[in-house]
């Protein structure tokens, strides 16, 4: 495939757009690997037809199939593992305790951000079930969201292939709760009632998702530029329970957002809080112009 400088910069564009995902000409060979195969799909002649039709909504299978080609969806269960072993033996224990005598005593709301094809949510499925004897006496919910439709299929259907289920889970783990079917292995419906799927892109307002005791968001804002991370997890400090914590990617670090974020450790693990933030006091001397932080929100946003 040859490419022009106008190309690269015309796909890198529509892929930050669509995305938040940052390509620039260094990841020319992803346009060369992942694109050819969509141009011959959609009878497109150039990279510009093609860029051209996914803007233009008409056929929302090409819009999907673009998305799907500029998405890295590496994953595996209990990726690096030392996450999972927080979650169970540190950050669970704490919110149920921190929930004791509430109305919510036993509801539980996970979030597996960018949960790519379902490792990811149904791997806390599994600690959930590992960790509560009673589970199914609990309201237990976890959305599993992702920008990628062809992630989203693979994870609704939960069979995952020998290789798949070599990488991260125990045999034992893999007996317990995956069935062997023709071509692989499916989850368990205990495990799979627990977790419901929606496609989401990150960059949008979340919504009325509602608010969550545990998010896990790993491996996703590693692709976006800085003021679209810090948009992110500040909005996802916004949807994290009082007692909510978050874990993200092992090369991911809070700490770049000063004191916004509270690290805890357990073990290897680290994941985070959100310090609150005291309610603002009003200030007669700031109301004649806008706030810096307010501006800067809304270039993010409009995207
Ligand atoms: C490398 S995978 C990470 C999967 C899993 N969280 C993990 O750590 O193993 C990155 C995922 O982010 C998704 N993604 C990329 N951009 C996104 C966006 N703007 N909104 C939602 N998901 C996005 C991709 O489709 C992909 O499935």
């Given amino acids: 495939m040859k490419l022009t400088e106008d190309d690269i910069s015309r796909v890198c564009r529509l892929v930050d757009e669509l995305s938040g995902i940052q390509w620039d000409a260094s990841k020319t060979y992803l346009i060369e690997t992942r694109l050819p195969g969509l141009l011959r799909e959609h009878q497109c002649a150039t990279l510009a037809e093609l860029v051209a039709k996914v803007r233009s909504g008409t056929d929302p299978r090409v819009r999907a199939a673009f998305i799907d080609a500029i998405t890295t969806r590496e994953t595996l269960f209990f990726r690096d593992e030392s996450p999972f072993e927080a979650l169970k033996h540190k950050a669970l224990p704490e919110i149920i305790d921190a929930k004791a005598g509430t109305p919510f005593a036993r509801r539980l709301r996970l979030w597996s951000a960018a949960c790519s094809s379902g490792q990811e949510p149904y791997s806390l499925g599994i600690v959930l079930r590992e960790l509560i004897d009673d589970?199914?006496?609990?309201?237990?919910?976890?959305?599993?969201?992702?920008?990628?439709?062809?992630?989203?299929?693979?994870?609704?259907?939960g069979?995952?292939?020998?290789?798949?289920?070599?990488?991260?889970?125990?045999?034992?783990?893999?007996?317990?709760?995956?069935?062997?079917?023709?071509g692989g292995w499916k989850i368990s419906d205990e495990i799979r009632?627990?977790?419901?799927?929606?496609?989401?892109?990150?960059?949008?307002?979340?919504?009325?998702?509602?608010s969550f005791d545990v998010i896990f968001c790993r491996n996703v804002a590693i692709y976006f530029d800085a003021p679209v991370k810090r948009d992110l997890f500040e909005r996802l400090a916004g949807v994290l329970a009082p007692h909510g914590t978050l874990f993200v990617g092992s090369s991911e670090n809070l700490s770049t957002f000063g004191e916004r974020w509270k690290p805890q450790y357990h073990c290897r693990g680290v994941f985070y809080q959100p310090n609150r933030r005291p309610p603002a006091t009003p200030n007669p001397a700031a109301t004649a112009r806008p706030a810096l932080s307010t501006t800067s929100f809304r270039g993010v946003a409009s995207r």
């Avoid at 069979?159 to 889970?169: A, N, P, Q, T």
């Fill in 135 to 157: 589970l199914d006496d609990w309201d237990v919910q976890i959305l599993a969201t992702d920008i990628s439709p062809a992630a989203l299929a693979a994870a609704s259907k």
């Fill in 193 to 210: 009632a627990l977790v419901c799927f929606d496609n989401r892109n990150l960059l949008k307002p979340f919504g009325t998702l509602g």
């Fill in 159 to 182: 069979v995952y292939s020998d290789f798949e289920v070599s990488r991260g889970l125990s045999p034992h783990l893999r007996d317990r709760y995956f069935t062997k079917v023709p």
